[in-house]
Antibody, heavy 119, light 108 residues
Framework: QVTLRESGPALVKPTQTLTLTCTFS??????????VSWVRQPPGKALEWLAL???????FYSTSLKTRLTISKDTYKNQVVLTMTNVDPMDTGTYFC???????????WGPGTTVTVSS | EIVMTQSPATLSVSPGERATLSCRAS??????LAWYQQKFGQAPRLLIY???TRASGIPARFSGSGSGTDFTLTISSLQSEDFGVYYC??????????FGQGTKLEIK
């Protein structure tokens, strides 16, 4: 059974760096064709794709956020980490990680973790 | 960047009726399009990928069609559990993605 779960701080102050961890099981991110992505959702708004890391450790970012995001993986711990620098109240929302299989769909999602940016 | 536009923003349908949701891309995405369902307080769920292929466990009442820039998700006979927000997503520029703004499907 494939599962993912996000973790991180619930509250972050403006200008700080946010670090989120996605811990997964049931698949290996060293298997060819596998990827993990981060998606966020501001309260009451639409989904926004943020970043992706693939089995070969290649990384890809949203054009609008690429200067603030870093995605990395620890294959042995089965974790993917997303860091976002210089956070702003506009970064408040729920952050999801999702597995991407060979069909390119985000086929399994974590339950999400809610982050509030406020002083 | 490819912009995805969904219509209508809200769709009111009675149980048992057919629902048709639309998604338009700002440029061709070929057949690199997926649909997701999200219920309140939950993570999205993959319904369909590659325009018309149902994901594992998705009932046959969900179907997708289209190509290029115009796509449709059809739910043939709405069940009570089908209400929520539906998002289209393109991955033509894989490994980058973009989502539409969503269509809220509500009970009439």
């Amino acid at each position: 059974q494939v599962t993912l779960r996000e973790s991180g701080p619930a509250l972050v102050k403006p200008t700080q760096t946010l670090t989120l961890t996605c811990t997964f099981s049931g698949f290996s991110l060293s298997t060819s064709g596998m990827s993990v992505s981060w998606v966020r959702q501001p309260p009451g708004k639409a989904l926004e794709w943020l970043a992706l890391i693939d089995w070969d450790q290649d990384t890809f970012y949203s054009t609008s956020l690429k200067t603030r995001l870093t995605i990395s993986k620890d294959t042995y711990k089965n974790q993917v980490v997303l860091t976002m620098t210089n956070v702003d109240p506009m970064d408040t929302g729920t952050y999801f990680c999702a597995r991407i299989g060979r069909d390119y769909g985000m086929d399994v999602w974590g339950p999400g973790t809610t982050v509030t940016v406020s002083s | 960047e490819i912009v995805m536009t969904q219509s209508p923003a809200t769709l009111s349908v009675s149980p048992g009726e057919r629902a048709t949701l639309s998604c338009r891309a700002s440029q061709s995405v070929n057949t690199n399009l997926a649909w997701y369902q999200q219920k309140f307080g939950q993570a999205p769920r993959l319904l369909i990928y590659a325009v018309s292929t149902r994901a594992s466990g998705i009932p046959a009442r969900f179907s997708g069609s289209g190509s290029g820039t115009d796509f449709t998700l059809t739910i043939s006979s709405l069940q009570s559990e089908d209400f929520g927000v539906y998002y289209c997503q393109q991955y033509n520029n894989w490994p980058t993605y973009s989502f539409g703004q969503g269509t809220k499907l509500e009970i009439k």
